[in-house]
């Protein structure tokens, strides 16, 4: 069978979700499934397209897989005026959720979908089934880029080395740091990484993201409120492989902030859906289960 082409992969994706709109932002989600919600929140420099094949696979475990792109990113408009900082992006979640009826869901983050979604659940702790964390961190005031990320924070370098980021730097880079065998995975799709990231303002909005990282003890602090004391179970998912965020640095961060007796650590990298997407719906599955007894 003739491989698709990238306009194609980017069309069948666009096929699979709607989109919805919160205050005149325009957004796009994946909505597959009729079970209990599984919100799924992706990072940076992704979309919900990294989270297409965990939502049908959730769909398939009879659970209903969403995963919304954040404004700046994957099929959401750019607004020049939005508030692209960690705070902002919480704000929208709380009206989107409302906006695709997500009364109570379970919650699943990811890189910067990680304090964003920390930040959701603070403020909506009665409507949280479930949070599962995959490679992300909590603590805002110690966190570090990774090196190759810390380019896009500065004026005029952030521009040049987004310039630089196309379909073969972007293919180079893919099994050193986003998963751990990229054989499954198209070149198409791989690519697709990238002009969902551009599209129509070049990757402006995703720096605007970048130069926009919450790091004060006050946001901290509200993160913590999602892992710690709650009526919902939590659980962490790691790719140990990840090279940016390391399971020795992060994943131990996450481990003791939530007080969890263990993380579930899979042989993946950063991009863990992208080839892990089966067993993370299973585990997601397995809390959802032990949440409905408790």
Request: aromatic share 10%; glycine share 6%.
């Amino acid at each position: 069978m003739k491989e698709l082409t990238v306009a194609e992969v980017i069309a069948q994706h666009e096929a699979a979700g709607h989109y919805f709109n919160v205050d005149d932002v325009q957004s796009f989600v994946l909505d597959e499934g009729t079970g209990e919600p599984v919100l799924c929140l992706h990072g940076v420099p992704t979309s919900s397209f990294l989270y297409r094949k965990l939502v049908r696979e959730l769909a398939a475990q009879g659970m209903r897989g969403v995963s919304i792109d954040f404004p700046g990113l994957g099929l959401a408009s750019r607004p020049e005026n939005f508030d692209y900082s960690f705070p902002g992006f919480a704000q929208f979640l709380v009206k989107a959720t409302a906006v695709l009826g997500l009364e109570k869901f379970h919650l699943v983050v990811h890189d910067i979908g990680g304090p964003i979604g920390f930040a959701l659940a603070a403020q909506l702790k009665s409507h949280i089934l479930s949070l599962t964390i995959l490679n992300t961190w909590i603590d805002v005031t110690t966190f570090e880029k990774p090196l190759p990320m810390r380019p896009f924070e500065k004026p005029v370098l952030g521009e040049a080395e987004l310039a630089l980021l196309t379909h073969t730097t972007w293919h180079l880079g893919f099994s050193s740091f986003a998963v751990s065998d990229a054989a499954d995975i198209s070149t198409p799709e791989i690519h697709a990484y990238i002009d969902l990231l551009k599209r129509e303002d070049g990757g402006k909005a995703f720096l605007k993201i970048m130069r926009n990282f919450e790091n004060s003890p006050a946001f901290r602090d509200h993160c913590y409120e999602a892992v710690q004391n709650t009526l919902y179970p939590v659980q962490a998912i790691w790719g140990t492989e990840d090279p940016g965020l390391t399971y020795k640095r992060y994943g131990r961060e996450i481990k003791k902030a939530a007080n969890l007796e263990q993380v579930h650590q899979l042989q993946a990298k950063h991009l863990l859906p992208e080839d892990k997407w089966q067993e993370i719906a299973t585990l997601i599955v397995q809390q959802a289960k032990t949440a409905r007894t408790e």
